[in-house]
């Protein structure tokens, strides 16, 4: 027997990495609620067919164990023939003649079970008429029967039957979970093993249960796992060369360079393929700092890689592989569009490349120093519009009046509804823009007897300084200002901040240097506080603070604002942060670099406006982190249209004609909402609770 057999879980406690699956599944079976009809989506090989068996089975069971697994005793659980019960969608054709026939005779109450499974693997190949009888069926389902299916392409399936299941998501499992389970298996059947070994083999296998069983099985036949022996057996002796080279471009030495392409024995295309992968790999994972799920060959590459960033940051002499970000951009899109794979096209276009990288990315430097913060906006996220696009759309119900701060207002004001809406959405917008998030929050208050204008004036010397310490580096700062009445004194700004700097090496220090030195100019005049993030905490720390802001509305029992209350409790402001809106006569909110209004337009110009959890009230999602997947998306989608104009210009030609060509390209360009994503959005799955 199989290890990814024999180690399939028999019971809920046994499945590793899915809490939410399973505490739904088992509160369904100990509530003995009506069944539910599923609908179990992930990736292939992640465990919906094991859970939708355990489902099954526990539905059935007579004596269920007191976390809702099944007993594996009774006559149900030993006698259970699942595949009666599960129809081969893809096997089949998914023709609603061929379902409706399997259908027969099983879709009927069952007089010796207590609940028929009707199990569907890879939905979305169910053909449309199939689907909707199928719908009939889920919508007004007989007593004793439940149907479950499973998906890798949820958003496939038919909207109007999805809609109608509940959504489960099966996801892989981390990496300590991944280690875990190898462990276990390994030490249970005495399979003899190096942690190194086996936490490669976790990272090639991305996670997913039945591919890490069947490569502990696949190495276990030679012998003992080793680092060593999991590199044979999955090629990766070639990322030694490819580390070489990347070693050797680092510190521009072209000779060695060559020495090592003339002794690599593969076709040019695979090294090119290495190459790009790697590049890949490393923008996301060490430059940007995400957990990107790339080639996972090149993901598990860990010797060699700080050398490798150690080397191009010496010689472009930058202080942080996070600076390399400028660098690297060039080096990637030089791959971007798709190369022919003629041997010696690629053999000139890689020594093109080997240029580009000992050459000309010293040019990209003196480049970038000539930039300044003015240029904000100029160089949005990673790609950089055409000049010679012209705004299409804007996201309207993004971009607000950008007033300087604590500008006289004839009218006293205090933060309102509209201006949480604000502060949410451009929060969002950073992060789906840029990748940067929140990683500052400073308040100033004025001590009792101070006049507010002198408060208001140390903020907006304070949020200039601020700018000072973002200069050097264009687009690099976005502030959201937000003044209330103060608890002692007249006024306290609260300030909410991404500074680019923050997170390269010994910026936290230096921003903490001029900070205290700030707040000792001012001793016994303003009180003041800070928190600075690290890169760890990302979208963490960026929610908490910008829900600090959101909390100045306080709840109506405050203000009469009908509303505000809800609002608060949609957001998840705890309640113990609300704070009471007091008007003052001063423009209360701002917004400056890369949330202010230049920005978020120039952001969200060619249809290429962004998404806000706040205006299509998914309250659940708000705080659930799509933005840096978006953001990888965007930035895809970017490339794409970006070079669509790129070729038209290519070939020049009457302007007027090609202005017309540019009209109907942009014509075509799709809408937010449909534009091709690799993540889950609100409006794509309509889970019902
Ligand atoms: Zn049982």
């Known amino acids: 027997?199989?290890?990814?057999?024999?180690?399939?879980?028999?019971?809920?406690?046994?499945?590793?990495?899915?809490?939410?699956?399973?505490?739904?599944?088992?509160?369904?079976?100990l509530r003995k609620a009506k069944p539910r009809n599923l609908l179990l989506f992930g990736s292939h090989a992640s465990g919906k067919t094991t859970l939708a068996r355990l489902y099954a089975k526990a539905l059935n069971?007579?004596?269920?164990?007191?976390?809702?697994?099944?007993?594996?005793?009774?006559?149900?659980?030993?006698?259970?023939?699942?595949?009666?019960?599960?129809?081969?969608?893809?096997?089949?054709?998914?023709?609603?003649?061929?379902?409706?026939?399997?259908?027969?005779?099983?879709?009927?109450?069952?007089?010796?079970?207590?609940?028929?499974?009707?199990?569907?693997?890879?939905?979305?190949?169910?053909?449309?008429?199939?689907?909707?009888s199928l719908l009939k069926r889920v919508e007004e389902p007989l007593p004793g029967v439940a149907f479950v299916f499973a998906t890798t392409e949820p958003r496939a399936l038919k909207n109007t039957l999805r809609s109608r299941l509940m959504a489960l998501e099966v996801r892989r499992l981390g990496a300590t979970e991944a280690v875990k389970l190898l462990r276990h298996v390994a030490e249970r059947e005495g399979i003899a093993y190096d942690i190194d070994g086996l936490a490669l083999l976790a990272s090639i296998k991305r996670g997913y249960p039945r591919d890490l069983l069947i490569g502990l099985d696949q190495l276990a036949g030679m012998g003992p796992i080793t680092l060593q022996s999991v590199k044979s057996m999955f090629g990766l002796d070639q990322t030694e060369r490819l580390i070489d080279l990347f070693l050797a471009l680092a510190d521009a030495d072209e000779a060695r360079q060559i020495t090592i392409l003339a002794d690599w024995p593969e076709e040019v295309g695979i090294i090119v393929k290495w190459i790009q992968s790697f590049l890949t790999s490393v923008f996301y994972r060490d430059i940007l700092g995400l957990d990107f799920v790339g080639d996972p060959i090149t993901q598990s590459i860990t010797v060699g890689r700080s050398e490798i960033l150690g080397g191009f940051c010496r010689r472009l002499d930058v202080p942080s592989q996070r600076d390399l970000r400028p660098f690297w951009e060039p080096m990637l899109s030089f791959w971007d569009r798709p190369s022919s794979d003629h041997e010696t096209e690629l053999q000139l276009r890689l020594a093109l490349f080997q240029d580009l990288v000992n050459r000309r990315l010293g040019e990209a430097r003196s480049a970038l120093q000539?930039?300044?913060?003015?240029?904000?906006?100029?160089?949005?996220?990673?790609?950089?519009?055409?000049?010679?696009?012209?705004?299409?759309?804007?996201?309207?119900?993004?971009?607000?009046?950008?007033?300087?701060?604590?500008?006289?207002?004839?009218?006293?004001?205090?933060?309102?509804?509209?201006?949480?809406?604000?502060?949410?959405?451009?929060?969002?917008?950073?992060?789906?823009?840029?990748?940067?998030?929140?990683?500052?929050?400073?308040?100033?208050?004025?001590?009792?007897?101070?006049?507010?204008p002198t408060t208001v004036a140390r903020v907006q010397r304070f949020v200039r300084e601020l700018e000072e310490q973002a200069a050097g580096r264009p687009s690099s700062l976005a502030t959201i200002t937000l003044l209330e009445a103060g608890q002692f004194g007249p006024v306290t700004a609260r300030i909410c901040a991404h500074l680019t700097q923050l997170d390269t090496p010994g910026a936290q220090s230096r921003v903490q240097e001029w900070f205290d030195a700030f707040w000792q100019a001012d001793e016994g005049v303003h009180d003041f506080d800070r928190r600075l993030s690290d890169v760890k905490r990302g979208m963490k720390f960026h929610w908490a603070e910008v829900m600090g802001l959101c909390a100045g509305l306080?709840?109506?029992?405050?203000?009469?604002?009908?509303?505000?209350?809800?609002?608060?409790?949609?957001?998840?402001?705890q309640k113990t942060r609300w704070r009471q809106p007091v008007a003052i006569p001063y423009r209360v909110l701002t917004f400056t670099g890369l949330v202010g209004q230049d920005a978020i337009e120039k952001a969200a110009s060619e249809g290429m406006g962004f998404l806000s959890a706040y205006d299509d009230r998914a309250w659940r999602h708000i705080k659930s982190e799509w933005e840096p997947k978006e953001w990888l998306d965007r930035n895809k989608e970017f490339a794409l249209r970006r070079r669509q104009i790129e070729d038209l210009e290519i070939f020049g030609g009457d302007p007027v004609q090609l202005e017309e060509k540019r009209r109907q390209i942009r014509a075509s360009w799709l809408e937010v909402k449909s534009r091709p994503r690799r993540w889950m959005p609100w409006w794509g799955l309509e889970v019902d609770s």
């Open 1 to 29: 027997m199989s290890l990814a057999n024999k180690y399939r879980p028999t019971r809920f406690s046994e499945v590793l990495g899915q809490p939410h699956a399973v505490t739904f599944l088992s509160t369904v079976i």
């Open 61 to 132: 069971c007579s004596d269920v164990a007191p976390d809702g697994s099944p007993c594996n005793r009774c006559t149900f659980c030993t006698d259970v023939d699942y595949e009666d019960w599960e129809y081969d969608v893809p096997g089949t054709g998914g023709e609603d003649a061929d379902i409706e026939a399997w259908l027969d005779g099983r879709y009927r109450k069952p007089t010796d079970w207590k609940t028929t499974v009707l199990f569907f693997d890879e939905a979305h190949e169910i053909k449309p008429k199939a689907a909707d």
């Open 370 to 452: 000539i930039g300044s913060y003015e240029s904000k906006g100029e160089s949005f996220g990673i790609a950089v519009p055409a000049p010679a696009i012209h705004p299409q759309t804007s996201s309207q119900s993004l971009v607000e009046a950008n007033e300087k701060i604590g500008q006289p207002s004839n009218e006293p004001n205090s933060l309102d509804i509209e201006g949480v809406r604000a502060i949410v959405n451009r929060a969002s917008a950073l992060t789906q823009a840029t990748g940067y998030v929140i990683n500052a929050a400073f308040e100033i208050s004025s001590y009792p007897g101070v006049k507010a």
């Open 554 to 573: 306080g709840g109506d029992s405050f203000y009469p604002d009908v509303g505000a209350r809800a609002l608060m409790k949609n957001l998840r402001v």
